[in-house]
């Protein structure tokens, strides 16, 4: 079996199994991000522990390269730093950026290498890019939410 061929067959273990699926009550973010050009639909719930990842719930339909990514987003980032998944997210999204011109660390990114050859895929860079903008998109409103709460005002299911 080739690189390419293992590569495949992690992405669609990953379609079939999705990881972290299934959306959970207990949450400090919740967002929604949709790519028109394929039909991919997420809705994202991130949950903080202090500065730490505690979990990522999801529900998504879609392609398998947009399911398949968040899946493996989610192994990468629960248990991480918001600083740790922020550089995660960056490294990934500069090689989905390089067309295949990039190469990720295996033993920093695990099965996100899969991806290295949809990047050279112009029209598939977004399927794949979807789970991770969710991700960052959550890390700023979880962020934003906190910085309310710190400056006194109700949050989420509080009244004032």
Same mark, same amino acid.
């Given at each position: ?34 790519? /028109? ?116 005002? /109700?949050?989420?299911?509080?009244t004032a």
């Amino acid at each position: 079996m080739n690189v390419e061929d293992m590569y495949q067959e992690i992405i669609l273990d990953h379609y079939r199994e999705k990881h972290h699926a299934g959306l959970r009550e207990d949450f400090t973010a919740q967002v929604t991000q949709v790519n /028109p050009s394929c039909g991919d639909e997420l809705l994202l719930r991130l949950h903080l522990d202090g500065e730490r990842i505690r979990d990522i719930s999801y529900d998504a339909v879609g392609c398998s390269i947009s399911q398949a990514s968040t899946s493996v987003m989610t192994d990468l980032v629960i248990g991480k730093t918001v600083e740790e998944a922020q550089q995660l997210y960056r490294g990934f999204q500069e090689m989905m950026r390089s067309h295949g011109d990039q190469s990720l660390d295996e033993d920093l990114y695990e099965d996100a290498v899969a991806f290295e050859g949809v990047a050279k895929l112009m029209a598939r860079v977004k399927c794949a890019m979807l789970g991770w903008s969710a991700l960052e998109e959550s890390l700023m409103e979880a962020e934003q939410n906190s910085d309310t709460a710190s400056a006194g005002a /109700p949050t989420k299911g509080e009244t004032a």
